[in-house]
DNA sequence: CTAGACAAACAGAACGTTCGTTCTGTATCT
DNA sequence: AGATACAGAACGAACGTTCTGTTTGTCTAG
């Protein structure tokens, strides 16, 4: 019990043995498992038994890597939030003229949809969520996690465009109002079941909020 | 089976017979506890047991008014979506000058946030939306429900604010930017736990969406 | 270098509980 | 009388957890 904090999931830090890289590997595929239940079957539909068939992992292997649902959950939320949340760099961000920052924005915004939200990823993420709204026990775990995760990605929204025109805090309201928006977007297939127009609604939101990046 | 199409839900159409408003006063309160499951537990920990609890009715009544939980969560859906979901309009709606258009608009939408989405029917709806994007049957009853709806409520709102300034598809793009900002707000609470902060953000966004009603 | 103790990885049976549904029986209104 | 409202027991299936084995690397004493 006097590991570093929780059990490591990058590759190898250190060294690994063949020991640990076959609990790595068998770590991974469980959560991947988990990742597409959760986006196939929905949060009350992924049961231990799903997962472990999803896996193809026995019961005996699954309860020894995670003990409880409960842990299984939290480990696919870190995991979840894991990536780098921001698109990536294209070349400089110092932009000459506002049309040109307009157009790096609205672009960014619909990588983030294309690329994080409408994603196996992001629908897992949302079930989780949705979940933990109502989940005291797990609410209690990973709550925190959410949390600091909101911050850290403002930050580094607001450190990927160097503006001086606007305001810090109306950046990251910006981009927090972005973030809302296209997690509502990932309910919004029931009404609106025609993926292109909801691609448009993207853009157009996109071009909206990018607007307001004087 | 020769009833008119779904079981009425309204008072009293014609006439209603002691059995008759006894069995709607058992429906609704069913429909009642279920919307409170629904917000406090959770779609996955909505169970009849507890929805029979809840409503504090018996276990033979319950599935004597609904012979299945899908068909409990289809006329909870229903109902939820019956409310008029357009903000009562105050007094005329045509405005002479464009800044009292756009604190309308605001205040409309501020109105949208408190009265129907960050309310324990809103949250339900949410849960059912979630669950509905996974389970097959119950998109099978409900999907078609969702569609008109978001037709209808898009029609609703364009009639609501007569403007010849703004073409009626970018008002319909706009009522459905709001809505789906909503509905991801509600999710948000794991992110940003202060409510203040969550009423804030929807007042900058409506502030935003309203000076796009030219 | 290797024998062997030990812990970790894995397999699967068995646990009690809860799920949603079905059934039989009783009271009440038409 | 007959249909409807209600009550509650009983059902098998599925849930998550706990348990007992078996295999397989790892580490150390000799």
């Known amino acids: 019990m006097n590991k570093p904090d929780t059990a490591s999931d990058r590759p190898e830090p250190p060294t690994a ?4 890289q076959q609990a790595i590997v068998a770590r991974d595929r469980i959560v991947r498992a988990v990742i597409d239940c959760l986006d196939e079957h929905g949060y009350a539909e992924t049961s231990i038994n799903r997962i ?19 842990e299984l959950m939290v480990v ?9 949340l921001v698109p990536p760099r ?12 307009i157009s790096a924005v609205e672009a960014d915004i619909v990588w983030m949809w294309e690329r994080l ?25 990973i709550s925190e996690t959410f949390v600091r995760w909101n ?6 929204l607001a450190a990927n465009y160097l ?11 910006l981009w927090t ?35 307001r990046f004087v």
């Open 52 to 70: 472990q068939e999803h896996a193809g992992i026995s019961r005996g292997a699954l309860t020894h890597h995670f003990p409880s649902k409960e």
């Open 177 to 211: 109002m972005c973030r809302v928006f296209l997690r509502g977007l990932n309910t919004q297939s029931q009404f609106e079941p025609d993926h292109h127009a909801r691609s448009a609604l993207v853009r157009s939101f996109a071009r909206m909020i990018a607007t």
């Open 117 to 141: 939200v409408d994603t196996r990823e992001g629908r897992a993420l949302l079930e989780i969520l949705v979940a933990t709204r109502t989940d005291v026990a797990l609410k209690g775990r």
């Open 90 to 101: 294209k070349g400089s961000r110092h932009f000459d003229t506002a049309e040109q920052r």
């Open 76 to 84: 696919t939320a870190e995991r979840l939030l894991q990536p780098t």
């Open 163 to 173: 503006l001086h025109g606007l305001a810090e805090d109306e950046q990251r309201e």
């Open 151 to 156: 911050r850290a990605i403002n930050d580094s």
């Open 17 to 20: 043995s063949r020991k640990e």
